[in-house]
Nanobody, 126 residues
C-alpha cells in the first residue's frame, strides 16, 4: 500500500501563487507515477499534472501549462505542485494520486491510479 498526504492548500487572490505537497509513504515503489487531479463542485475529477518518479518527466493539462510546475524531492517520495498566476477557475479540491506503472496514454485518467490522498482545498478569489 501507498499512503499519500497532501498539504499546502488555501485561499489566494487571482494572480497569486500556492504550492502543494504530496508526501508518499509505505510501499513507495508502487507509486512510480504521481499525479495531481482537481475536482470543482458538481464537476468531474480532472487531470492537472503527472510526473514519472524515476525520470522526472512531467505532463500537464493545457489549462495549467506554463503556470503550474510539478517537481519531486531527491528522495523521490514527495511531489510538489507549484501554482502561479492562479485564476478563479483553478478553485477546486486538489488530489494527489499514484500508481505503479501507467502507460503514457492513460496518465490523464483517474481510473488508472490506485492510490489517492484525501485532497486539499484551493480557493482563488477574483
Amino acid at each position: 500500500q501507498v499512503q499519500l498526504a497532501e498539504s499546502g492548500g488555501g485561499l489566494v487572490q487571482a494572480g497569486g501563487s500556492l504550492s502543494l505537497s504530496c508526501a508518499a509513504s509505505g510501499q513507495t515503489d508502487r507509486g512510480d507515477t504521481m499525479a495531481w487531479f482537481r475536482q470543482a463542485p458538481g464537476k468531474e475529477r480532472d487531470f492537472v499534472a503527472a510526473l514519472f518518479r524515476n525520470t522526472g518527466r512531467t505532463y500537464y493539462a493545457d489549462s495549467v501549462k506554463g503556470r503550474f510546475t510539478f517537481s519531486r524531492d531527491n528522495a523521490r517520495t514527495t511531489g510538489f505542485l507549484q501554482m502561479s498566476n492562479l485564476e478563479p477557475e483553478d478553485t477546486a479540491v486538489y488530489f494527489c494520486a499514484a500508481s505503479k506503472t501507467i502507460i503514457l496514454g492513460r496518465i490523464r485518467s483517474p481510473e488508472a491510479y490506485n492510490y489517492w490522498g484525501q485532497g486539499t482545498q484551493v480557493t482563488v478569489s477574483s
